[in-house]
C-alpha cells in the first residue's frame, strides 16, 4: 500500500470515474486501474464498481475510502508542520463560504496569499448545508456558515467556532416612507415584495415568520447584490440580510438606503463561524487563515 494508491482511489471515489480521475490527476488510465486492483487484492475487499452512475464505491469501499481520506489528512498535516519548522508553508486551502461573507473571505485570501504565497487556494459560494455535506465527505477544509436552529443536527461530529453573533435586518430605499421608521414588524413585511439573497438562514426565517404571520410576497431570490439594490433602488422591494453584510458593504450603501430592525422576537442573534472536520484541526494551513479570518471580521 502507499500513497499514490490512496489518492486514486479518492479520487475515484469523488468523481465517479477512472478515466475523469486520470484527467484530473495527469496520470493514466491503466496506472490508475491497475492501482485499484492491486491496493484491493491486498487489502482483500472490492472497493468499487461499476455501474450506469460510473465507478462507484462498494458499501465496504465508501468505509475504506473514508479511512483513506482521514489518512491523507493526516499525512498532509505531517507535510505542513515539517514545512513550518522551515518558513515555507505550501499546500492546499478548500475554502466554501455563504453567500454574504464572500466579500469578506476575499480580503482574507488577499491577505494570507501575501504572506503564504506557495499555498493554492479554492473558494466556492455554497448553501450552509453543502457545506456541511462537503466537509463531512473531505471535499472543503473549511466553511462559513451561519448555524441556525434547523443546522444543529447536520453538525454531527464536526468542529464549529464562532467568529461574531449576526442578526438579520430590513434594508429599505432611503425614499421610501419606511426609511423615516427604525423598525418595522412582520405584519408590515408582509404589505411589501421582498427580494431576498438565496441565502439558507434567510429563506429560512422568511418560512418561519409565514408559519405564523402569513405567507410574504417574494418577488425573486438572488446572490447578485446589484439586482436586489436595483430594486430597492425603484422602490419595487425590501430586502432582508445579516446586519455584518451590511456593516462592512460600501459606504454608498447608507448613502441610498436605510437599516430597520426586524421587531419580533424570533429574530435573535445567530452564530457566523467555521466549521471543520476534526481531522482538520491539525492543519496549519487551516490553523493560519482561521486567524486572519478572525481578525478580519473583528477590524
Known amino acids: 500500500?502507499?500513497?499514490?494508491?490512496?489518492?486514486?482511489?479518492?479520487?475515484?471515489?469523488?468523481?465517479h470515474s477512472i478515466s475523469a480521475a486520470s484527467q484530473n490527476m495527469h496520470v493514466t488510465l491503466p496506472t490508475i486501474s491497475q492501482s485499484i486492483s492491486h491496493l484491493e487484492a491486498e487489502?482483500?475487499?472490492?472497493?468499487?464498481?461499476?455501474?450506469?452512475n460510473g465507478t462507484v464505491p462498494t458499501p465496504e469501499g465508501i468505509h475504506l475510502i473514508r479511512i483513506a481520506s482521514e489518512i491523507m489528512d493526516k499525512i498532509n498535516e505531517l507535510k505542513e508542520e515539517a514545512q513550518s519548522y522551515t518558513h515555507s508553508l505550501s499546500g492546499e486551502l478548500r475554502l466554501a463560504t455563504i453567500p454574504g461573507p464572500m466579500s469578506l473571505l476575499v480580503k482574507t485570501i488577499a491577505a494570507f496569499k501575501k504572506d503564504y504565497p506557495n499555498i493554492q487556494v479554492e473558494i466556492s459560494e455554497q448553501s450552509s448545508q453543502d457545506i456541511l455535506n462537503d466537509i463531512h465527505h473531505h471535499k472543503i477544509d473549511l466553511g462559513l456558515i451561519i448555524l441556525y436552529e434547523d443546522l444543529q443536527p447536520s453538525i454531527g461530529e464536526l468542529n464549529f467556532a464562532k467568529v461574531i453573533e449576526a442578526k438579520l435586518q430590513c434594508c429599505v430605499s432611503r425614499n421610501s416612507a419606511l426609511a423615516l421608521r427604525d423598525s418595522i414588524t412582520p405584519e408590515d413585511l408582509r404589505r411589501y415584495p421582498l427580494v431576498l439573497y438565496k441565502e439558507d438562514y434567510i429563506l429560512w426565517f422568511v418560512?418561519?415568520?409565514?408559519?405564523?404571520?402569513g405567507p410574504f410576497n417574494v418577488m425573486f431570490t438572488s446572490n447578485?447584490?446589484?439586482a436586489i439594490k436595483g430594486a430597492l433602488r425603484e422602490e419595487l422591494a425590501l430586502t432582508l440580510g445579516l446586519d455584518y453584510t451590511f456593516n462592512h458593504a460600501d459606504s454608498l450603501l447608507y448613502k441610498e438606503f436605510k437599516l430597520l430592525a426586524i421587531d419580533t422576537p424570533t429574530n435573535s442573534l445567530v452564530p457566523l463561524g467555521w466549521v471543520q472536520h476534526p481531522n482538520k484541526s491539525g492543519s496549519k494551513i487551516v490553523k493560519h487563515f482561521i486567524r486572519r479570518l478572525k481578525m478580519q471580521f473583528e477590524s
Open 1 to 15: 500500500m502507499n500513497v499514490d494508491q490512496l489518492r486514486y482511489v479518492i479520487e475515484v471515489a469523488k468523481v
Open 43 to 52: 487489502l482483500g475487499v472490492k472497493l468499487f464498481t461499476r455501474s450506469r
Open 207 to 213: 418560512d418561519h415568520l409565514a408559519s405564523r404571520y
Open 224 to 226: 447578485n447584490q446589484e
